[in-house]
């Protein structure tokens, strides 16, 4: 079985915004894909999976094309929050920053994230204590990918927000460089060198502040499709059977989600399937049945007809997709584009 981190697992998203970074620091063609197997003309396919391994070796590139100092910063502002995809519409619907941060803890997976944060309740502030993960190293180091989480989660701050929120002061463990004054202009708050520990201080005023889209129906919604990537991704770090079983439904045709089809790709005979999927507590039906609610809800959001939905997640009629949808999600597939379009009218007006 491959090494998990050549695994092609994350959306592409932030590739697009690396991209268009290194073009305003007048980088042209290809030369950050060096060595990823990667091409531009591969980047505009919405179904391009990354690998850990893949995003490793960009990053690489990118330190190694760009020379300005407080790099990582410059670089992590510019990573706006349309990088998590679907997990976007999940924390900007948050009720509060406060509640925002926590989601994207609860979905750490999702980010790559190479950090823990861990909140600390001081006199006046909440101080959030930055630790590595011990399990994962870095693309470039631990300094320069500690500025890149530094400068996304800023411009965060700033994308849920929508105003000028900010840290109220960063400590770093690192000595001060030539160009301290540099990192407090960028993140608009004091920087302290040579400090304990690597943390960012907030208010708790500022993480209680309403978010302007917050909507709990809308978050809930979203948060239905972040599970299944979540799941997905855990059972993936896993390396078993089940993960390989849902990797090849999601890369499928419904057509194709039949055991002996599925077995065949997996280079296994039916019986061994069966078999090692036992061995997890797991039936190839409930995967099915996995990847086809999962497949329903995207359908019934941009919104497609029922009858279409039920025929593209491989229905044999609209009444029986129905009913499975109603047992899986507490409403019928009708109430649910209804609900979504009530949705989306509150987000746009």
């Known amino acids: 079985m491959s090494d998990l981190n050549q695994q092609a697992i994350y959306p592409n998203c932030e590739l697009f915004l690396i991209r268009r970074f290194l073009q305003t620091q007048g980088i042209q063609g290809e030369q950050?894909?060096?060595?990823?197997?990667?091409?531009?003309?591969?980047?505009?396919?919405?179904?391009?999976?990354?690998?850990?391994?893949q995003f490793d070796i960009v990053y690489r590139n990118v330190y190694r094309l760009c020379s300005q100092p407080a790099l990582g910063i410059e670089l992590g502002k510019s990573l706006n929050l349309s990088r998590w995809g679907v997990l976007a519409c999940a924390l900007q619907s948050s009720k509060h920053l406060g509640d925002a941060l926590n989601t994207a803890k609860e979905y750490r997976r999702l980010m790559r994230s190479r950090f823990q944060l861990i909140p600390e309740t001081q006199a006046k502030f909440i101080a959030v204590n930055i630790?590595?993960?011990?399990?994962?190293?870095?693309?470039?180091?631990?300094?320069?990918?500690?500025?890149?989480?530094?400068?996304?989660?800023?411009?965060?701050?700033?994308?849920?927000?929508n105003t000028q929120a900010s840290f109220e002061k960063v400590h770093l463990t690192r000595p001060a460089p030539l160009n301290k004054s540099l990192y407090s202009q960028l993140l608009q708050c004091p920087v302290y060198f040579g400090q304990k520990q690597n943390a960012l201080y907030l208010t708790q005023e500022s993480l209680l502040s309403p978010l302007p889209l917050a909507n709990l129906a809308?978050?809930?919604?979203?948060?239905?499709?972040?599970?299944?990537?979540?799941?997905?991704l855990e059972l993936s770090f896993q390396q078993d059977t089940s993960a390989l079983?849902?990797?090849?439904?999601?890369?499928?045709?419904?057509?194709?989600?039949?055991?002996?089809?599925?077995?065949?790709?997996?280079?296994?005979?039916?019986?061994?399937?069966?078999?090692?999927l036992h061995q997890q507590g797991k039936e190839f039906r409930e995967l099915k049945q996995h990847r086809q609610m999962q497949l329903a809800i995207e359908l019934l959001m941009q919104p497609l007809p029922v009858t279409q939905v039920a025929e593209q997640c491989g229905f044999k009629d609209s009444a029986s997709f129905r009913q499975r949808f109603k047992d899986n999600m507490g409403m019928s597939p009708k109430q649910f584009q209804l609900d979504n379009a009530k949705i989306k009218l509150t987000l746009h007006t």
């Open 32 to 53: 950050w894909l060096l060595g990823t197997g990667l091409s531009e003309h591969d980047l505009k396919s919405a179904d391009l999976k990354v690998s850990l391994q």
């Open 245 to 276: 079983v849902l990797q090849t439904l999601f890369n499928s045709h419904h057509e194709e989600w039949k055991l002996p089809v599925v077995a065949k790709k997996l280079a296994l005979s039916e019986r061994s399937l069966r078999r090692k």
């Open 218 to 232: 809308s978050k809930r919604q979203a948060l239905l499709l972040c599970e299944t990537d979540k799941q997905l």
């Open 131 to 161: 630790i590595p993960h011990s399990e994962m190293g870095f693309a470039v180091s631990e300094d320069f990918t500690l500025d890149v989480l530094l400068g996304s989660l800023w411009r965060l701050m700033q994308d849920l927000s």
